[in-house]
């Protein structure tokens, strides 16, 4: 019963002290890493058929030590490298992008293509209200929707549709197949 008492207090702190050396992942994988070994442990420590205090610390001692342990995990998890020698890999590695970035791009270019869509679609629905004019001195380009000329010639917009319309469904087309690329790594 002391040695058993012995052997799973030994086992513990090497668990804990695993667990604060893995607080650069998140808690949830630091948890599943920290099963995984006690499992690991366990599993080793009945195929050696020997549950004494010393195959305890051969049995931790093939593992290294939590520290370095704990870095070889953070480099599986962070760069992919292959995780610590005799151990599984993590079932899902998260390369830490931010959620918030995802639905950054998602909007982002979501929002642009559908500029360039309705820029050609106000073009088309009120050509003499929607164009693009150089002003007077040719210093600077206005993009308006009205009816003031700025004092300036438009520049033959027809150009402005087909381009607007293409532009607008490949930014669409890139953003959707960026965002499932990027989906993998939320």
Aim: charge should be negative; glycine fraction near 6%; aromatic fraction near 8%.
């Amino acid at each position: 019963m002391e040695r058993e008492m012995a052997r799973n207090e030994l086992i513990h702190s090497y668990l804990s002290e695993l667990e604060m050396y893995l607080s650069r992942v998140n808690k949830i994988q630091a948890q599943e890493i920290v099963k995984e070994i006690e499992s690991h442990i366990y599993d080793s420590l009945i195929m050696e058929s020997d549950e004494s205090h010393d195959t305890t610390e051969v049995v931790l001692g093939r593992l290294g030590t939590p520290k370095e342990l704990a870095s070889g995990y953070i480099e599986h998890i962070n760069i992919g490298v292959a995780p610590p020698k005799g151990l599984k890999p993590m079932t899902k590695i998260t390369m830490g992008m931010s959620k918030s970035f995802y639905y950054l791009i998602f909007v982002l270019g979501g929002s642009l293509g559908l500029t360039f869509i309705a820029t050609a679609l106000a073009k088309l629905i009120a050509p003499p209200k929607f164009g693009v004019w150089i002003a007077e001195h040719g210093n600077s380009i206005i993009v308006s929707f009205s009816n003031n000329s700025y004092h300036s010639n438009e520049v033959p917009a027809i150009w402005l549709v087909p381009i607007s319309l293409l532009s607008g469904l490949v930014i669409l087309y890139l953003t959707k197949r960026l965002t499932q690329l990027l989906k993998v790594f939320v």
